[in-house]
């Protein structure tokens, strides 16, 4: 069974920084696209930022400048750091993984439980 668990969500103030982690565990084959998603109350979930497994990156216009993801594919795990938040910013982040269990199984979307980031002064 392959998990994602995502950390380092917690309450910062306007322009402060964080870090989100997410390591992926269990059977675990091949990692392909990784990525950071997120959903503010009453809001459906978003494309915050993704990267593939050579290291290419995608990132939504919202957090262009402001936002990096990258990834450790030795130790299968995806990091968001997030600068000059705003008060919208104010979301649960969820991880997101295109994994591959073993060889001759299919390629799952995997999703994390999610971390809470929450913006206010």
């Known amino acids: 069974q392959v998990q994602l668990v995502e950390s380092g969500g917690g309450l910062v103030q306007p322009e402060g920084s964080l870090r989100l982690s997410c390591l992926a565990s269990?059977?675990?084959?091949?990692?392909?696209?990784m990525g950071w998603y997120r959903q503010a109350p009453g809001k459906e979930r978003e494309l915050v930022a993704t990267?593939?497994?050579?290291?290419?990156?995608n990132n939504a216009d919202s957090v262009k400048g402001r936002f990096t993801i990258s990834r450790n594919n030795a130790i299968n795990t995806v990091y968001l750091f997030m600068n000059s938040l705003k008060l919208e910013d104010t979301a649960v982040y969820y991880c997101n993984g295109n994994i591959l269990p073993r060889l001759g199984t299919q390629w799952l979307e995997v999703w994390g439980q999610g971390t809470l980031v929450t913006v206010s002064s």
């Open positions: 990267v593939t497994s050579t290291g290419l990156t």
């Open positions: 269990g059977s675990i084959f091949s990692i392909n696209a």
